[in-house]
Every structure is written in C-alpha cells, then in structure tokens.
C-alpha cells in the first residue's frame, strides 16, 4: 500500500470540511441566545430552545406526520419494489428492459416533475389532497430504492435455489419465506431503512401534493421567514439529522454484513 | 444386474416428449423407460437436450408435446413440489442461511415434520453420507465434497422415488470424482433407489450406470447397457462421442472383411502383427506408415494411413518396439471387431 501525499490528504480533509462543517454550525445555533439572527461567535449559550420545541404542538404534530408519511411510503415501497424485483431480477420477457427503466425513473426525475405530474394526477381524478396523497408521492422514489437494492441481492443469489426449495417440496410462499426473504432480507433492510430517510425529509414533492398539513420539512420551510426564534429550527434540523442519519448508518452496516453472508452460497 | 424394462411399471416414462426454447428443439421426440432401481445415465455433449429431459422429469420444465409419467402417475402440469423426485444441483444449491442440519431437514420441514424427528433424521441422512457431526456448520464452512454430500443427504431424507443427479461430480477434482463414483454406486445399491444422472463424461457414464442413453440434438440415438453401447455403437456420432473410434465408410469396411456397411472400429481392438508373422483366421492385416504416436501411458495411441489411404487410430501396448513415425507396421484388423452402424447422425 502506498502513502497518499500530504497535498491529496489536505485536499481530502478540505472536501470532508465544506461537507461537513455547515452541520456543526447548525448544532452551534441550537445554543445561541440570539434569537433574530445567527451572528458569530454568538452571544451566549442556552438550552431554552430546546425546551420551546418541547412545548410547541406544531412542531410535533409535524413530526408525527412526518413519521406516518415516511412509515406508510416505506411499507409500500417494500411490498410493491419486492414484488417488481423478483419479477425483473431473473426472468426474460419482451418489454422488460422498458419495464425496469421506468422503475428506476423516478429518482432521476426532478422532484419538480414528478410533483407537477402527480399534482395534476390527482386533480383531474378529484382525489383531495391528504396524507394518503403525501404517502403516494413519496412512494414513487421510495419504490425505486428498495427495488434497486433487492434486485441487486436477488441477482446474485443462485437460481438453483429456488428450484431446490421446490424441488424439496416447498410451494411458491414457503420457499419465499424460507428461502427468498432471510437471503434478501437484510436488502430489504437496507432498502427500507434509506427509503424512510428519503421520505422524512422530502419537500419538493411534498409541496405538490400536500393540502393543509405540513410535514416536518415543510414546517421548517415556512419557520425560516419568521424574524423570531430562529434557533428553533435548528434544534429540530438537529432532530431530523438524528433520525436520518441513524438508519442510514444502520443500512450501511447491515448491508456490508450482507455480503459476506449472501457471497458464500457457493 | 439385469433389468427388465418391459414387464414392471417404469420409474420414469417419456413417450415422444418434445421442449421447444423458441426456435430451438431442446428436447425433439424424446422416448425412454428407466426401470424402477435402475442407475440411469443420460449422456450427451452441452446443447443435447439431456439436462433438458432432466429438468423435465423434476418438474422445472414442462413439456410442449408428449407425455410423462412417474411410476405409472401422469405428471404433466404438476409443479416440482408436488412430484416424489428429487435433484441434487450440479451448484448443490445449499441454502446459504441455513446450517447444514437445517439444509437436511429443509424438505422435511416444509412437509411440517416436528422439530425432534427431523432432527432425528437429518442426522441420520449426514450419518449415511459420512458427515455426521457437521450438523451445526454452515455450508460455507465445508469443502466440495461436503457440500456435494449435503445435497446428497437433502435429497434423500425426504425419500424421493427417482433421485436426480445433474452432472454430479463435475465440479470435483478427480480424485474425489473417483471416490464419489464409487460411493454413489454403493448408496444406490444400498437402497435400491432409481438414480438418474446427467453427465457429458463418457467415462462417467460407463462406469456407473446399468443403461446409459446417447443424447445427441435433442433426441436419443442410442440406449443400452454401457457394454453394448461402447462395443456396438449404432451411429457416428455414438462410436464417435463415446470412447473413440475409427469411422469406416461401406467399402473401407468391406476391403478389411467386414460387411459393406458403415462400421466403427475401436483402436484397441487393432493388433501389431510382427513382419513376417502369418495372417490369423478372420484378420486382415494391412501395411501401413505411421505418421503419429503418443503416449498414453499402458498405451501407445498410434496413428497410421494405409496404401489406399485409410488413416486408422490403433491403441497398441505401451512396450511395442519401433513404433515411430515413419516406421512402416502390419495392422492386424480381426472382421468380427468392424461393428455395422444401422442408425444414422
């Protein structure tokens, strides 16, 4: 292994510094005493504010719709994006090419689209707009992720065994179960876990299709052009890093395990 | 051991079973009766439809004419799990999940067998093909042989009437290959099971089953006992693929005393006669040129071309003297060892 140089490893340090040093200001602000701007240094240091998102019911309402949303979408991109990638992974049929692009689209599409689309979607089917709304617009990139890393998973698993399970005398759902799912699981996992990530804290989509209820990142939107207390979005911009961030590193690690486990059938 | 084919009810029966991939006849007519506790070999290069009609008896494929049946029971349309055979994968296809104690067990567990009595019999079946004790290890744990023994303990515990073998030993070194031929053989006569296996080695196919089937394009063109299939091959392409033989066309044959037909000669069938040394009742002895030899270890495989330029491939004992090329030696050619090929392909 040869040493990197000390110019490519500053360079490095440099990138991982404008990454990340805008979120250790974000958690800085969460203490400020100042409330109507973010000067620096700040002032003086207070734990009031996290005490006022405490007490705000708007705040949580927020995140509990934001929960909900990204629970239902992820539940539903784990049935439908296991189902389209059992049905894409192996089998050859005329049109699956076509088929697996527009499953993937999605996420490539700018928000923007996909929202104006749905929007008027459901304008001209009359649906009003709803938390089921919200669910169904993130649904459609949430899909995208789980189908991606479960056809990955069930690409490389042996097609003999689905047959051995059978052959063995297990029908279609006892071989899923016993067979197809713990090799996929940790896929699935993955898959899901990302899913909610993207979900929470989604806004573009969400603007579209939202009504009167604000998810929590469309909260922070509009708390943004308030003069006042400013540091509470920053303590909840803290929450959402946190409730992200976690599962994400959680699919990381489950998924590396994965391999080693997936790798070794034959 | 011999079997009679006609007066039982068949392990496997094909009557003009056809499998079409698009265009292509995978398996094109295909008719065969394996008896019940027979070892059956289906032989043939990659393409010949062999894993096909495999596939077709486990139910992985199901056939676009014909008819199958399984022990007199008509199987077309039922799926694998419903069909009393079982495959060992020529992957294996252990569940990489699962230990191997719960691999044995797997197709007892899905029949809803308790716990203890699985347990129970896994145990034994690893027992049967020396594994016992691996129970608790995972199947990436093992080496080839192991894992080729596990499929074989899977595929047994849940005792199928007709166990198939897809290519069994292909993926072992041959050592092992050797040691496991003999080892199937054994457990086959042990428990009276019909085994059919598909395999593209010759020396495979001779060696361990009762009846071997030539497939060639998706049809069978010769089917026999493994004796008569490699001593009176019926077509070309049967003396050709196994074993090896020189291919007579009518009049060569006629010319050496045998009939005017197409006839296969094998080499080692072709003697060095010394010069001088007089003619045998009923063998031609011809001169020829050698223009090759290699050593085969027991044997010299020598190749040589004849005055009227006939080449002949003669196996001759390795300790021959003054076999080079370029030497000049009498072949001695016995009429009963031209064999007339009826079949064509």
Not at chain 1, 239 to 251: D, K
Not at chain 2, 58 to 73: K, V
Not at chain 2, 172 to 194: H, I, N, V, W
Request: charge should be neutral; aromatic fraction near 8%.
């Amino acid at each position: 292994m040869t040493r990197a140089p000390l110019s490519l490893k500053i360079a490095a340090l440099g990138g991982l510094a404008f990454l990340h040093v805008p979120l250790l200001f974000i958690l800085l602000y969460c203490f400020t005493t100042e409330e109507k701007s973010y000067a620096f240094p700040p002032p003086g240091f207070t734990l009031k504010w996290f005490g006022v998102v405490w007490e705000r019911a708007d705040i949580w309402a927020a995140v509990g719709l934001s929960l909900k949303v990204a629970a239902l979408a992820t539940v539903i991109a784990l049935v439908l994006g296991t189902l389209a990638a059992g049905a894409l992974a192996r089998a050859r049929f005329f049109g699956r090419e076509p088929v697996s692009l527009l499953f993937v689209l999605p996420i490539a599409l700018p928000g923007i689209v996909t929202g104006i689309a749905l929007r008027q979607a459901f304008g001209m089917m009359e649906i009003p707009f709803s938390v089921f709304t919200i669910v169904l617009g993130h649904a459609t990139f949430c899909i995208v992720v789980v189908y991606n890393n479960a056809v990955a998973r069930l690409r490389r698993l042996s097609p003999s065994l689905i047959e051995a399970s059978m052959d063995l005398g297990a029908d279609a759902f006892q071989t899923f179960r016993l067979v197809v799912l713990p090799n996929i699981g940790t896929a699935l996992l993955a898959g899901g876990m990302l899913a909610f990530a993207l979900s929470f804290d989604e806004v573009i989509v969400t603007t579209f299709t939202a009504g009167q209820q604000s998810t929590l990142p469309i909260w922070m939107l509009s708390e943004l052009i308030r003069p006042r207390q400013r540091p509470v979005t920053n303590v909840v911009a803290v929450l959402v890093i946190l409730v992200t961030f976690l599962p994400i590193l959680a699919a990381y690690y489950l998924t590396r395990e994965g391999e080693a486990v997936a790798g070794s059938g034959k | 051991m011999h079997l009679q084919t006609s007066t039982a009810t068949p392990a496997v029966r094909f009557q003009g079973v056809e499998r079409h991939f698009g265009h292509v006849r995978a398996v094109d007519g295909v008719d065969l009766a394996i008896a019940p506790g027979e070892f059956f070999a289906m032989l043939g290069p990659s393409g010949s439809g062999k894993t096909t009609c495999l596939r077709l008896i486990a139910g992985f494929e199901q056939p676009d004419a014909g008819h199958i049946e399984i022990f007199g029971e008509t199987v077309e349309g039922l799926p694998p799990y419903r069909r009393a055979v079982n495959t060992v994968f020529q992957d294996y296809a252990l569940f990489p999940h699962l230990s191997v104690g719960d691999n044995v067990a797997y197709g007892l567990k899905v029949r809803g067998v308790g716990r203890a009595e699985r347990d129970r019999l896994a145990r034994e079946a690893l027992a049967m093909v020396k594994l016992a004790g691996t129970e608790t290890r995972r199947p990436s744990q093992l080496s080839g042989g192991q894992r080729q023994r596990v499929a074989l303990a899977r595929a047994l515990v849940v005792r199928p009437k007709v166990l198939l073998l897809d290519e069994p030993l292909g993926a072992l070194d041959l050592k092992l290959r050797e040691e496991m031929q003999s080892e199937l053989k054994g457990l086959q006569r042990a428990l009276g099971l019909t085994f059919v296996f598909v395999t593209h080695d010759q020396g495979e196919a001779l060696s361990m089953a009762d009846r071997v089937a030539v497939f060639n394009e998706g049809r069978i063109v010769q089917v026999g006992p493994p004796e008569e299939v490699y001593e009176r091959p019926a077509t070309r392409f049967v003396a050709r693929f196994v074993g090896s033989a020189n291919v007579l066309e009518a009049a060569q044959a006629a010319s050496l005393g045998g009939a005017a037909r197409p006839s296969s000669l094998r080499p080692e069938k072709i003697a060095l006669l010394a010069h001088g040394a007089p003619a045998p009742e009923g063998v031609a002895v011809i001169e020829a040129r050698v223009i090759d030899v290699s050593y085969q270890g027991p044997v010299r495989r020598v190749t040589a071309v004849t005055e009227p330029g006939l080449t002949l491939a003669a196996a001759v004992p390795a300790s021959a003297a003054g076999v080079i090329a370029g030497a000049t030696v009498r072949l001695a050619v016995p009429a009963a060892a031209l064999v007339p090929m009826e079949g064509e392909g």
